[in-house]
């Protein structure tokens, strides 16, 4: 009896669907297989089994299978077998069988799987099973079923070594390498999902790069100029080469011509080509590039702003496109292009398309040729390649790319540049490269003490080579040049280790207008009038004088005439000749250069008031201390260091009314925009009074003036001047230092041992009184020349007389007789008077008045000769009345310039 509804099964019957087997039940599909039940005794019958679901029961269904190879046998043969092994489940005695066949497999299975295949073969189709539409079984009875019927035997289809006909599907829902495929839809929405994300990425990255702002120092470098002091004549272009100019200063042609080499939809691309890039990125792999793939905008992008780096690399190449593209959107097309042209290096040095004309064409970008402008743009591409090709002779790179060019703009606007393949085959002819060194000669000198002067105010090199400057020097080049040639002229024949430099400075401005430190830069570096610091000797004793006047002391004070003299800390000083009587004026013992008397001015005021004036004339202070605690008193007749620029310039508060500018080589520094960066220093420092300088002067004149003067040499014969001569002791040091009103220049020569570098002397030939004033006198004739002729101020006549020392006696006055014989006239003896001129006869004038030295000729110049007795001339009888000591300067008579004495 079937079991009750809802009730457990019995046993030998199927369960209900999800309910658990009993002893000797079948398990559902896929369930778990239970024991059976105890063995029955003997004699019991064993319930027939149940039919399998789907299929007939094991007697009616039960057909044999063809081995493989044959045909297919039937018969009761194996469906006996089946149904013996089906419903035999215990044998008699109580003893459990093994449930499987001689294969190994389980006799349920096996007949599930022969049920199953004679169903498909009846019906055309695959076994199926329960729940399944078409009767399709599961995996696992497939298998069964092939290895009841052989086909899973080894070495058959479907065994340990052979091949089913249905391996692709024995596992669930089965397809084999299909099931690793994913379906349309999903790929789809995969696609779809990334590409999002792609663009996201994209969008999110181009909005987070900025347009840049900064500019990189190299785009915008632009080498300085150097000029003379008319600010035209150049002395030197130093670092980069380029001259920016605007878009309307480069022709049409010009522009077509690098838009057609480098990118040739330039202006109608958005700052990108993409075409572009997949063209470069063929013909780089066909060898036969000849365009880039970076657009104009792009180029200038990376060139021009700050923040792109030139590293080759995914990420730079993404952000220089975003660039590009902003750029695009925020500068017109002329904006880029300019840029772009101001920017780029074409070779030889020049960066940007106006140094570019001017290095291979000497013109500027305004005046190039279509033919140049192609040529030009030719370059762009590898401007160090085609040097390197044009400096071996080689032209055939760069006439290959010039007609590439010349190709480019024929289809940018064939109406234009049509011919030109055809009229102009062969490049426009370049100039040689210029190779100028500027440093070569005196320009080496100039360009040196500029960048110094410009260091010293806040401009290093590297910002003169990188900023673009215009640099307005004060050196004025007619007499840069008349001193070389007056110190070469005279002192041609000296020993080459005789050294001479040469100083002029404006005392109205401090400008140092002209020098000579040495003949060519490049040879000795060494600049001898700004750098070689001697003793100044006697040409130092102006600023002692100035300071005896500052003090309220008179030029009609008497000083010791005769040596030595003791001073404190100082070595007994002589003079190079003594004065007759043993006293001298202040006039005559500068005209003489009297040691002893300007030892006693220094003690009288004090060494510290003579450093004061000197150090604010422009000598060098701290030299100025340590020479006065080295040497004392020794400081008054001139034992400390100067340079010929110091000199010069330190000798211009008596030129220009006491006061002082400070030295200076460079005018102005304008920028590129022509904003003025350092304007020139134009307020002086008034270091002693007017007054005093007055009267410094009279005595300075003396110097040249006055027949025993050791100056007279420097005399010109069309103004005055005013000076003091120079030689220190062994004569290692010879100096003359003089000025008219417009131009104060110092001379200082020296000698160096070539080998040990030490001073020697320079021998008795060479006194400040020779040498240094001929040279003086030859440069300044040359300076002087067309220029105004001014007269110094007259005397001030300030002061107060002070002796240090007594004055000379009075000279006896001659006894005048009456002659006998004379014509009586109304005028008695007054028209007999011997000294006719109305002054003091005896030579010895307290109130400054002083008559013309014996000899002396007031020439046309000379304004003092309308001042006679107001203190401008010298002592009657004084000069001359004593020879000159062995070593003394002596006044030469005036050689012409380039002679020798």
Known sequence: MPPQHGGPPQHGQMPPNGGAPQHGQMPPNGGARHPGPTPQPSGTPRPAAMPYPGGAGPASQTTAMPQPGGPRQGGPAPRAAAAAQTTAMHQPGGTRQRDTDPTGRRAEAAFEDTQAMLAAQAGGGRPSGPGEPGGRRRARGGRAADASMGLGAPGGPGGPDGHGPDDDEDEPGGRGWKRFIPSWKIMMASFVVLSAGVFGMIAVAYAGTPVPTGVQDSAVDQGSAIYYSDGKGLIARLGTKRNPVTIDKIPLWVQDAVIAAENGGFREDSGIDFPGMVRSFVSTVTGTQVQGASTITQQMARGYYDGLSKEVSIQRKIKEIFVAVKINKTLSKNQILTQYLNTIYFGRGAYGIDAAAQAFFNKHVDKLTKEQGAYLAGRIQNPDAFDRAENAKNLGPTQARYAYVLGQMKVLDPAKYGSLASTSPTAPKRIARQTKDYYQGVNGYMITEVLKELKAKGISQEAVEQGGYKIISTFDKRLMGAAKTAVLNNTSGLSKEIHTGLAAVDPRNGRVIAFYGGSNFAKKEWNDAFMSEKQ????????????????????????????????????????????????????????????????????????????????????????????????????????????????????????????????????????????????????????????????????????????????????????????????????????????????????????????????????????????????????????????????????????????????????????????????????GGDGSDWSGDGGNSDGNDDNGGMDQPEGGECLPWDGSCDRRDDGGGLPEGDIGDGGAAPGAAVGPDHQPSGQRP
């Open 536 to 827: 100044a000797a006697s040409a130092f004793k102006p600023y002692v004088l100035a300071a005896w006047l500052e003090a309220g002391n008179s030029l009609n004070s008497y000083l010791l005439g005769k040596g030595p003299i003791e001073a404190p800390g100082t070595k007994p000083i002589k003079n190079s000749h003594d004065i007759p009587g043993g006293s001298v004026n202040v006039v005559r013992a500068t005209a003489e250069s009297v040691n002893t008397a300007f030892v006693q001015m220094g003690e009288e005021v004090g060494l510290d008031k003579v450093v004061d004036i000197a150090a604010g004339a422009g000598i060098n202070e701290e030299n100025l201390k340590k020479t006065e605690k080295d040497h004392a008193f020794a400081l008054t007749i001139g034992s400390g260091p100067v340079t010929p620029v110091q000199q010069a310039g330190g000798y211009s508060i008596f030129a220009n009314e006491g006061k002082h500018f400070q030295n200076h080589v460079v005018i102005k520094v304008v920028k590129p925009d022509g904003t003025t960066v350092i304007p020139e220093n134009k307020q002086p420092v008034q270091v002693i009074s007017p007054e005093s300088a007055a009267d410094a002067l009279v005595a300075l004149q003396a110097v040249v003036k006055d027949p025993q003067g050791t100056g007279k040499a420097a005399a010109l014969p069309d103004r005055p001047v005013a000076g003091k001569t120079g030689t220190n002791d062994d004569n290692k040091e010879a100096w003359f230092v003089g000025f008219t009103p417009q131009l104060s220049t110092a001379v200082g020569m020296y000698r160096q041992d070539g080998k040990t570098n030490a001073e020697e002397p320079l021998g008795d030939a060479i006194q400040g009184a020779t040498y240094p004033t001929r040279v003086w006198q030859a440069f300044m004739a040359e300076a002087m020349k067309g220029k105004e002729v001014m007269q110094f101020p007259p005397p001030a006549n300030v002061g107060m007389p002070k002796d240090l020392a007594p004055k000379p006696a009075p000279k006896p006055t001659p006894t005048v007789t009456e002659d006998p014989f004379a014509p009586d006239g109304d005028g």
